[in-house]
């Protein structure tokens, strides 16, 4: 349980320190970029389309598209973007040097 | 999704309230440039309950309250809280929870639209979002009062049509349509983007008449079309051409793209030829520039020039290196020089060191004398299309000929070997390296073209007839001969005579 929570610390530090850097909006760019060439988002947008017509234009929001969508859109991400981004924010993250301000002390 | 009935409750927001928490929240939480804001963001954005920077966080538009949606600890507050607003701090989308969903708000969408360009614009982002067409209520009326719709599907015949031959026009005919199937040329007409630069006489204009000769083709007529105020149009413009006697369709299409670059320029002003200087569509489209470098045979030294290119006009036939010593020797020489049989081979032949002789020697700025030396042409900026012309028509005073052998041609062709970066001529700088460039695994070669039209002439050269291939979609070949039009195979294409070849550059496109 102690074990779970100090990841999950570390994972809130490992992210806001990319926020700082400006690292994770570089990131999410070149996600976006990658997902856009390799056909994922067009393919995205049609599952979407299919969902909204299924469940119908009056009864759809934007909470049960993304229920339905989100699984598979997930797994249909390709490798190779999920190895470079993986490399990517690796590298970034080793390169952090560690900070000692625990950002949960702000109150 | 976003509803598209007005949120009552955004709007007594608002009425209350007002932009300014959307506006400040936004920018200081979502489009954040500045060091100093991303810091702020870092140690602020966390979700007030589960202590975590979570996905989907999202601001009370009330008060200041982080929640995460995912473990509704957000719908939490709004209900502890009676505060029914809260905005997504991923994209700044609003969600109401009386009406359970994000709502579509317009003054907000303007806020969020243009902090993020600013941000973007900071951030040097090259690409800008791109933002779905919504019509105005302008264009909505002009859709309502033009209710006809032409469908295009993948084997629609949309934009094939035939041309009536106006007496020995058939030269004409053919350049017509290998322009009217010029993809980029297509796009430009149909978008309407040629703006009239002649003032006094509209009718005059070549480039109004090539759009209204693409309205013609993209009609969705089949009958043939007559295209007499072109003939008339290029018969005033191009004066040499006039008359009914058959003439030559590449200098049809030389002249055609000149008074084409010259109205779009307009005629006020002066005659500017360099087309480095001009942005018009023509220029776009059809020029690419030639490396010229001569070699000083004694120095070694290169002098290099670069001039603007429209089309490339390739010999075929013996070479005049060959031509020179057959004439000037009685002896037979061995010669293991053979004519070009392939387009490769008359590009090699083009880009070929040239030996300019002892009769013609260049002046040498280091040697600061005459001296022999080579000359040798390579393609320094590509056109988007090619237009190759194989020189099969000889008119020396001496014989009017035609040469009728049989030059292949491929439907893909690489330009690589022929550029300047490639082919080097001593620069030292080996600078190949954009050549083999890869993103993502694919190569990032530039210099693929894909052939899309063929001109043929069939007969001797007192009489003869102009037809063309174009090519349509991506793959289905039509043979045009006037106002004929017939499905031809791609192999009919590969196997025709080939007087003029247009390719144009593949884009890469994913599947």
Redesign the interface.
């Known amino acids: 349980m102690a074990d779970m929570d100090r990841n999950?610390r570390m994972v809130?530090i490992a992210?806001?320190?990319l926020?700082?850097?400006?690292e994770r909006?570089q990131l999410i760019?070149l996600l976006r970029t990658?997902l856009l060439?390799?056909?994922w988002r067009d393919q995205v947008v049609m599952q979407c389309k299919d969902v909204?017509r299924d469940v119908g234009?009056e009864n759809?929001?934007?909470?049960k598209?993304i229920a339905e969508v989100t699984p598979k859109a997930r797994q249909s991400v390709p490798d190779?973007v999920k190895r470079e981004l993986l490399q990517k924010i690796k590298t970034s993250v080793s390169n952090q040097s560690s900070f000692s301000t625990s950002?949960?002390n702000?109150n | 999704m976003m509803s598209s009935r007005i949120c009552e409750h955004l709007e007594t927001f608002k009425a209350n309230y007002g932009l300014n928490s959307y506006q400040i929240i936004y920018k200081q939480f979502i489009s954040v440039t500045t060091q100093e804001s991303r810091k702020r963001k870092a140690r602020n954005c966390i979700c007030f309950t589960c202590r975590l920077p979570v996905l989907r966080l999202h601001s009370c538009l009330y008060c200041v309250f982080f929640g995460c949606f995912t473990e509704h600890h957000i719908h939490e507050h709004s209900k502890t809280q009676k505060h029914n607003l809260a905005m997504d701090l991923s994209y700044g989308m609003v969600y109401c929870f009386s009406c359970e969903d994000y709502m579509h708000d317009k003054d907000l969408e303007t806020i969020a639209k243009k902090q993020k360009r600013r941000a973007d614009k900071v951030r040097g982002v090259r690409c800008t979002q791109y933002y779905r067409w919504e019509p105005t209520s302008q264009e909505l009326q002009v859709l309502k009062d033009n209710p006809q719709r032409k469908r295009i599907s993948e084997n629609s015949h949309i934009g094939l049509r035939g041309l009536i031959n106006l007496g020995n026009t058939c030269f004409m005919n053919c350049i017509v349509q290998a322009l009217t199937h010029t993809p980029l040329l297509r796009d430009y007409f149909l978008a309407d983007r040629h703006v009239c630069q002649f003032e006094a006489d509209p009718s005059m204009c070549l480039v109004c008449e090539m759009a209204r000769l693409f309205q013609e083709f993209y009609s969705g007529k089949s009958s043939p079309h007559t295209p007499f105020k072109l003939l008339h149009l290029v018969w005033t413009h191009a004066r040499h051409l006039a008359g009914y006697e058959q003439q030559d369709a590449h200098e049809f299409f030389i002249a055609t793209l000149d008074v084409l670059h010259r109205h779009c320029r307009g005629t006020n002003g002066p005659t500017n030829n360099s087309p480095h200087h001009c942005n018009c569509i023509i220029d776009q489209i059809f020029t690419g520039s030639l490396q010229s470098d001569v070699v000083c045979q004694s120095c070694k030294g290169v002098s290099s020039v670069e001039d603007p290119i429209w089309d490339f006009s390739l010999d075929l036939g013996p070479s005049l290196h060959m031509r020179q010593q057959r004439a000037s020797s009685s002896t037979q020489t061995i010669c293991d020089e053979s004519e070009p049989k392939s387009l490769i081979d008359c590009l090699e032949r083009f880009t070929r060191p040239e030996h300019l002789g002892s009769s013609a020697k260049i002046k040498c700025s280091s040697c600061q004398s005459y001296q022999e030396s080579t000359k040798q042409l390579s393609l320094k900026k590509l056109p988007v299309v090619a237009s190759f012309h194989l020189k099969r028509f000889e008119h020396s005073s001496r014989f009017h000929k035609k040469i009728s052998s049989f030059i292949s041609f491929p439907q893909y062709l690489d330009m690589t070997p022929f550029m300047a970066s490639k082919i080097g001529c001593k620069s030292g700088s080996n600078d190949s390296s954009n050549v083999n460039s890869y993103t993502n695994g694919v190569a990032n070669n530039d210099n693929k073209y894909c052939l899309f039209a063929v001109v043929n002439h069939s007969g001797t050269i007192e009489t003869g007839h102009y037809t063309a291939f174009i090519r349509q979609h991506r793959d289905q070949w039509f043979k045009c001969d006037d106002h004929l039009i017939m499905r031809a195979s791609v192999q009919e294409v590969l196997d025709s005579e080939g007087y003029l070849l247009f390719y144009h550059k593949q884009i890469l496109e994913y599947e």
């Not at chain 1, 926020?19 to 400006?22: N, R, Y």
């Not at chain 1, 759809?60 to 909470?63: G, K, S, Y």
């Open positions: 999950r809130a992210k806001q320190n926020i700082e850097s400006g909006e760019q990658r060439e390799c056909g909204v234009v759809i929001t934007l909470d598209l190779s950002p949960f702000h």
